[in-house]
């Protein structure tokens, strides 16, 4: 499944899709950056509820399809558009992390 | 490849918003050169922490990456506070960072043992109210 698919599944929304045609093969779920960064893998999706600038860097070196902010937060500042310079796709949902991850778990 | 390709980087230290550039930059450049994924993998991770540290603790300082033929090593230097032990430094968990940085998602004790993880060899030279000086080594 596509991110920009994902992004058109009820609960998930996007936020901004530089890359939209990026594929999710998994999930990772984590808010600590040191150790999302040594343990996501290129292409899942990474779901947090960290919306910082940092994201946007971790994400580019995980090479992970898509963030996904869960618990309905909001990117802070102006990182939406950092992340779309980076080509970082990003989604935000209302669902709680283990509810997302099971929903996207049934998805892809 | 007879010669080393170099990039030099300062790192700014008043804010997290440039933490990275380098690190990104980095990673760019090898996709480049045709470096495998996992060798850049490991290199942007423990570059990323080192920018992160001297964020945290050094109000920034450079970094300096070399790709030789068969490894990539990367040199991180500067004029912070030193580290004042170094062996409970390297211990995971221990961290002395302050509140505000564990709430951006730092902080927890992660960066000096993740670099030590990521690369090959891993040299810490300190002094205290001096500076530190981190060379780390990923052979190919």
Redesign the interface.
Known sequence: MTVEELSKKGEFEAVTLPDPERDIDGCYCGDLLSWVMGRAKSSQAWITIMSNINIVAVATLCDVSCIILSEGVALDGDVKNVAEAKGVNVLKTPLPTYEAAKLLGGLI | MSESVKFHFDVNGQS??S???A??AV?KSLRELGIS?EVI?RV??AM??GE?NMVIHAHGGEADVEVYEDKIVIILNDHGPGIKDVELAMKEGYSTAPDNIRS???G?G??LP?MK??TDDMKIETELGVGTKITMTVNF
């Open positions: 997290f918003t933490a990275g550039q690190s990104v990673k994924p993998r942007s991770i990323y922490e992160i951006l998602g730092f927890a992660m960066g993740n993880r990521y």
